[in-house]
């Protein structure tokens, strides 16, 4: 069992789907969990369940990060949209926010955090990636343009935080039984000339050998082992949850 008494951690998009799991996750090994949402209400439910706290935050206002100082000992960065359109109908606007929310804001949390793990010598980084992160799919431009770079900036992390006590790791989803994958069903379904109910098989497990979604608690489970002391040689890696999909 990973202990986390005496730890605190930062969750983006924390009040929902995979970040509802890992915060719950991290309260139940012991963790002060702060819970951070654009859903204030959500977040402060869920941070009054697990004994924590809210932080009701748009991370795609970068102004507001740009000089914050975050004394936590685990960094989650697990927030993010989804967007399905072919690249020449992807309103730029929209490509802009989502590497905001999904690249550009998890550097400046990473930027703000690091100090005070250098401080105390000790800190988890766990960048919420997927395998979007390492395979490309279409109609799908700027998340997999985000999580590519969120990768790339995570290994940047290991790198320099590995001599300091500082690890930084990639968890990479598959498809995920959440609101964000709920919500893209009739976009996919109108990208690929399909009825709606044929997404999941025909689109989203096509590529997976075992044909079900991914649970968020499965992922949390991998994210409270590398947030514990046994993950500390664990650094600059990316872990598939994916079923096979990145396999092939």
Known sequence: MTDLRGR??????????????????????GARVTVADVDREAAEALATEIGGQAWCVDLSDL???????????????????????????????????????MLEAPFLLIRAALPGMYE????RVINV???????????KSAYVAAKHGLEGLSKVTALEGGPRGVTSNCIDPGYVRTPL?????????????????????????????IKRLVEPSEVASLALWLAGDTAG???????????????R
């Open 8 to 29: 605190t951690a930062l969750v983006t998009g924390g009040a929902s789907g995979i970040g509802a799991a890992c915060a719950r996750e991290f309260a139940s090994a």
């Open 63 to 101: 102004g507001a990060l740009a000089d914050a100082r975050i004394d936590v000992d685990i960094l989650v960065n697990n927030a993010g949209v989804q967007h399905v359109s072919p690249i020449e109908d992807f309103a730029p606007e929209r490509f802009s926010f989502i590497l905001r929310l």
């Open 120 to 123: 105390r010598g000790f800190g």
């Open 129 to 139: 990636s997927s395998v979007h992160g390492l395979r490309a799919s279409a109609y």
């Open 181 to 209: 994958v709920e919500k893209q069903m009739a976009d996919q379904a109108r990208v690929h000339g399909i009825p709606e109910e044929e997404v999941l098989a025909n689109v989203m497990l096509t590529e997976s050998a």
């Open 233 to 247: 040689m664990v650094t600059g890696a990316s872990y598939t949850i994916d079923g096979g999909w990145s396999a």
